[in-house]
């Protein structure tokens, strides 16, 4: 069975860090691209980060500067570093998976699969 599996949610006091994990099960990630959604209560799930099978990153402008994406093939898990986190970066971190290996699609529901998703809660 297919799945991708998002651990490192968690409560942090504003400015502090979280490192979120995607691990796959079942498939090899190597050439998958990996899709970073968060979605806030009461909004849709908009990308905050992709990663293409060859390592090329982009970040939503908000998350600029604060988080980082990166894959460990090895272990086949793609993390994400959220450093400097502010209350609005709240939300359910989903990672997505799609074979496309070089284009990071917009949308969610535009990529293969999924995880359950991890909360993430800024507050003080």
């Known amino acids: 069975q297919l799945q991708l599996v998002e651990s490192g949610g968690g409560l942090v006091k504003p400015g502090g860090s979280l490192r979120l994990s995607c691990a796959a099960s079942g498939f090899n990630l190597d050439n998958y691209v990996i899709g970073w959604f968060r979605q806030a209560p009461g909004k849709e799930a908009e990308q905050v980060s992709c990663?293409?099978?060859?390592?090329?990153?982009i970040y939503e402008d908000s998350v600029k500067g604060r988080f980082t994406t990166s894959r460990d093939n090895a272990k086949n898990i793609v993390n994400l570093q959220l450093n400097s986190l502010k209350p609005e970066d709240t939300g359910v971190y989903y990672c997505?998976?799609?074979?496309?290996?070089?284009?990071?699609?917009?949308?969610?529901?535009?990529?293969?699969?999924w995880g359950q998703g991890a909360q993430v809660t800024v507050s003080s």
């Open positions: 997505a998976a799609i074979a496309s290996g070089y284009v990071c699609y917009e949308k969610m529901n535009e990529y293969d699969l």
């Open positions: 990663i293409t099978s060859r390592g090329m990153t």
